[in-house]
């Protein structure tokens, strides 16, 4: 058995990390978070010198062709790092519809400058508060003209282009829904950037008026694409949520035997020891299932939905937990802006909700346990 | 990244279960399937009898403690063989659970300080299970502060003369042989007066006293000690190095791998499937939901857990620290598994004869016995205590005793 990544990929691993240690700093990081940038470009530009968007997508497009454990190491070094830029829109996320859904000649259209960093993708599904269910999209393509309006959209006001959920039949169950590649910067499309509790990741509403939109797949596939990518780009993400818990622990670590009080390091008190052992707990257990949803995803596995659920929820449990607690260990330094507990806070509460929030997949999880065992 | 095994460990694997398939005792299989959590039980069957002789059988054929040295019994198996041994084992490991301390706790130790003499005698009708050990640590002033225990041990000759109580030994009544901490001068810090023998337990002024527990069996006993006689050949380690010779006891105890401890998730699972309410199934209703997927990425947590603890082992390298976290998270997960199962059984949840409570009262025997998985070798509180200082780093608890000689802490009972 060979449950772990390889030492070439751990050796990725680290080049990753002492490259986002340099470029995605806190002091970038806060860049973002404070000034009217809507990402690092800088960064974006360093990812992509390293070759680090093309990871998995195949030579024949541009990319590296290499697995997606080597994806899945680069996404936990990134959530490590909270970096500020739109990497997993574009590739956990477009690439992967485009792979999965795209005609040869869409794929050969965006893959390439997917994978060179030189277009950002995103995707465009939720409308408003609710979650976003067949029956809760309104969006609608006919004639080839999309209207509707998209809040939020992660990205949305950063990409070239999204892949769209939209409404091509009539009824409100997934088969009345499509996908669709709409340029972002053509006539009928209007966005705004929107207040969030992670301005380190820009997010966007867009309202399109008669926006020129091309079908990605099958007319009426649409949902069943979307549960497919999102199962992927869960796991990636799970990857991303991961790096972030394990550098929140660490933070909360270093500052329990660094702070004093009572005359003795705060990590020597029995409550605050327990809670870090706590988020320990949690963040293995989050480690382990997300290396089970590598597996599966990087093999192929008909497993793959209930790995990616495992992963997903797990992860986000984990990065929510380290998160908070890293504030509770700094005290009223953690509520400070000054230090830097809170954007992994808000990075982890981003993560929560994006992709479908703990409940939808909770609720994904149960469903795929459950069929498995009526099998 | 793969859950392949080598092809070396493909064809001990196969061995393995060629060898169960040909040997294992079948007409037991459905009823270990269903036995009890924490008590193994076969309607009208002697299951000590049982036991020993499934243990005889791999003995015989090389497959008990099949990682201790050939001339103690085992084979010199490999880490990572022991535990493909234990996967292909399966229902029948229930059948083990009279031997784990023996096997898991009093075998190394022994291996570890017993004179060569000794390990030859008694290390191989332990690991056929002939004899029953067991491990005499706590006292009533020593559990989770082990080093506070009072049994004592006074120098007579040749030999020792112990006096004292000790209590929640399990197999006690069982058992033939025990290895026991005793304190041999008060007049030190508690941790530099301890040493460490293995006794008959049929020595003359023994006395055993079963304990009855919550789950109203009786696997702990109450074990009284009057002058009894131990012989010094049978000391482990040097005279007031019993503490040390207890750390090797306890981290063979925490050793341990195995496929991920159980949660009882699998039998939720089934039984919320199953379970009819007005508004369907009990697992369409979303607040079950919920529960349910942290429970199961909790399970599967510690299953991938111990899959990553096993690549290590399979590649010759120790595994890290991941593998600490599995008794603290499996224990309070079947509580509240079993917690939630008895909510959905609503007030017939109460009932506990198998014949009446749903799934066979699986979930009321979990709810009875999972407070002492919390409890035995370790608490939780001091399982989070050793995550923090040995994984993480921090600091140890601040100790008021730990300078002071034994005679010297201020107690209740004094
Ligand atoms: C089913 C079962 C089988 C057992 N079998 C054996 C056996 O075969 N041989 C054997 O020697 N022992 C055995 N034990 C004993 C077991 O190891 C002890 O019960 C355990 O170590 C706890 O000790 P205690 O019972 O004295 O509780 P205490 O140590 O009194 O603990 C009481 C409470 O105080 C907490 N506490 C204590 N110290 C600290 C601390 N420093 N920080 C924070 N919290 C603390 C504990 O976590 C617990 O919640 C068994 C126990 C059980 C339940």
């Known amino acids: ?375 | 990244m793969n859950f392949d095994d080598t092809p070396q460990e493909a064809a001990f694997r196969q061995e393995v279960r060629s060898w169960i398939a040909a040997n294992a005792p079948k007409q037991y299989e459905a009823g270990l399937k269903t036995s009890g959590f924490g008590h193994t039980a076969l309607e009208g069957v002697d299951i000590i009898k049982v036991s020993k002789e499934w243990q005889q059988k791999k003995f015989d054929a090389g497959w008990a403690c099949l990682h201790w040295p050939k001339e103690y019994g085992g084979r010199g198996a490999s880490p990572i063989e022991r535990v493909i041994w234990q996967q292909e084992e399966g229902v029948y490991a229930a059948l083990s659970s009279l031997f784990i301390i023996g096997h898991g706790m009093c075998g190394p130790t022994m291996m570890a300080y017993a004179s060569e003499e000794h390990k030859r005698n008694y290390l191989p009708p332990l690991a056929a299970g002939e004899h029953i050990w067991c491990q005499l640590f706590s006292e009533p002033a020593g559990g989770s502060d082990l080093a506070g225990l009072r049994t004592k041990a006074e120098r007579d000759g040749d030999g020792w003369v112990v006096n004292g109580q000790k209590i929640w030994t399990s197999g006690a009544q069982h058992s033939d042989y025990g290895i026991l901490i005793t304190r041999t001068d008060p007049t030190v810090p508690k941790h530099k007066g301890l040493t460490m023998f293995f006794l008959d337990m049929k020595s003359p002024g023994i006395e055993i006293r079963p304990i009855k527990q919550v789950n109203g069996q009786s696997g702990f006993n109450e074990v009284y000690f009057t002058d009894v006689r131990i012989p010094d050949s049978q000391r482990l380690g040097k005279v007031g190095d019993g503490w040390n010779v207890s750390l090797t006891t306890l981290m063979n105890e925490r050793l341990s791998i195995g496929s991920g401890m159980p949660t009882g998730f699998p039998e939720l699972l089934d039984f919320c499937c199953s379970l009819e309410t007005d508004n369907g199934a009990a697992i369409d209703n979303p607040a079950v939901r919920s529960k349910l997927a942290t429970f199961a990425v909790r399970t599967s947590g510690l299953k991938y857990t111990a899959f990553r603890s096993i690549s290590a082992l399979s590649k010759g390298e120790v595994p890290g620290p991941e593998n600490s976290i599995g008794k603290l998270v499996a224990g309070s997960a079947m509580q509240e598994i079993a917690m939630m199962a008895l909510d959905l059984q609503a007030e017939a949840g109460a009932l506990l004869s198998p014949g009446q409570a749903a799934a066979s009262a699986r979930f009321q025997a979990m709810l009875l016995r999972s407070p002492a998985t919390r409890v035995e070798g370790g608490t939780d509180e001091i399982l989070r205590n050793i995550i923090a200082e040995r994984v993480l780093g921090l600091p140890a608890d601040i100790r008021v005793d730990k300078a002071v000689p034994f005679n010297q802490i201020p107690t209740s009972g004094r």
């Open chain 1, 1 to 375: 058995m060979e449950f772990d990544f390889s030492a070439d990929q751990k050796q990725l691993k680290d080049q990753a990390r002492r490259f986002l240690e340099a470029k995605s700093s806190p002091k970038a990081v806060r860049a973002i978070l404070e000034g009217p940038e809507l990402y690092d470009g800088a960064l974006w530009q360093g990812l992509a010198e390293m070759g680090f968007m093309g990871t998995a997508i195949p030579e024949e497009y541009g990319g590296l062709g290499a697995s997606y454990l080597e994806l899945c190491v680069i996404a936990e070094e990134l959530g490590r790092a909270v970096a500020p830029v739109p990497f997993a829109s574009s590739i956990f996320l477009a690439a992967e519809f485009l792979l999965a859904a795209g005609s040869e000649a869409q794929k050969q259209a965006y893959l390439p400058k997917l994978a060179s960093g030189e277009t950002v993708g995103c995707f465009a599904l939720a409308e408003g508060v609710g979650a976003a269910t067949p029956k809760h999209i309104q969006a609608k393509v006919a004639g080839g003209k999309l209207s509707g309006t998209k809040l939020p959209v992660l990205d949305g006001d950063v990409a070239d282009f999204a892949i769209v959920a939209a409404k091509t039949g009539a009824g409100n169950d997934a088969r009345s829904i499509s996908l669709f590649i709409v340029d972002l910067k053509g006539a009928g499309v209007l966005r705004e950037t929107v207040e969030t509790i992670d301005p380190t990741r820009s997010q966007a509403k867009i309202s399109f008026s008669g926006a020129d939109a091309e079908l990605l797949g099958v007319e009426g596939e649409g949902w069943s694409i979307i549960e497919r990518v999102l199962d992927r780009a869960a796991v990636l993400t799970a990857f991303e949520q991961l790096g972030g818990a394990d550098r929140a622990l660490e933070m909360a670590r270093d500052y329990a035997l660094d702070r004093m009080a009572f005359g003795r390091p705060i990590g020597s008190f029995q409550a605050v020891k327990h809670m870090l052992a706590d988020m320990y707990v949690s963040a293995t257990l989050a480690r382990s299932n997300c290396y089970y949803g590598a597996w599966a995803l990087s093999t192929g596995s008909s497993e793959l939905p209930e790995a990616a659920a495992t992963a997903r929820v797990s992860a986000t449990q984990a990065y929510q937990h380290c998160a908070k607690n890293n504030i509770q260990v700094h005290g009223g330094m953690g509520f400070t802006w000054q230090f830097d507990c809170h954007l992994y806070y808000r990075r982890s509460n981003l993560l929560a909700l994006s992709l479908g929030s703990l409940s939808t997949w909770e609720d994904k999880l149960i469903e795929r346990l459950r069929a498995k065992n009526a099998a």
